[in-house]
């Protein structure tokens, strides 16, 4: 059996292994680290979380904006630059969004009466029952996927994590 095909191989190994042979010199444990966070980000938004969202009707995108509007507060309305602000996207992919999601009924926009050239979101009632259902598989599913650590390995690895986003 290959290196490329040993399926206890992490990319991340096979990529510095591969390194180190050709440039022995080079410290590769920051290479090794990032490509390890890069593959787990890819597995757990790719085989993971996308098809518990797809099994609510959802993409990332949209579970972020109804899960964002939620998390507001009654009455579940944000404007559409404190809910661009609060999730994790891009303000480019927002309207489109938006526009989807109004479309099904998930969300309504109306103009916002303390700024004649703007607008308020809100999370309507069939958008949130669908976020609500979507939410508890999603906690289950979060907990199935951190279960491989136990609780003190999660909280180091998140203090860990929220360390190196600070120092970014």
Do not use: C
């Amino acid at each position: 059996m290959t290196e490329k095909n040993s399926p206890t191989l992490d990319r991340a190994e096979l990529v510095t292994r591969q390194w180190h042979r050709q440039l022995p010199d080079l410290d590769l444990r920051p290479m090794a680290m990032l490509g390890r966070l890069n593959q787990a980000s890819m597995l757990i938004m790719r085989d993971n979380l996308e098809p518990v969202f797809k099994s609510h009707g959802l993409v990332s995108g949209e579970f972020d904006v109804l899960s964002t509007l939620r998390r507001a507060g009654a009455p579940y309305a944000l404007t559409p630059t404190e809910l661009f602000e609060s999730t994790m996207i891009t303000s480019g992919g927002m309207t489109a969004r938006l526009d989807r999601l109004e479309k099904r009924g998930l969300l309504s926009r109306a103009p916002n009466p303390n700024d004649r050239r703007g607008t308020i979101v809100s999370l309507t009632a069939d958008g949130k029952d669908l976020l609500e259902a979507a939410l508890a598989d999603h906690v289950v599913n979060l907990e199935r996927i951190a279960a491989s650590l136990n609780e003190d390995e999660q909280k180091q690895l998140s203090a860990l994590l929220a360390k190196l986003i600070k120092g970014l």
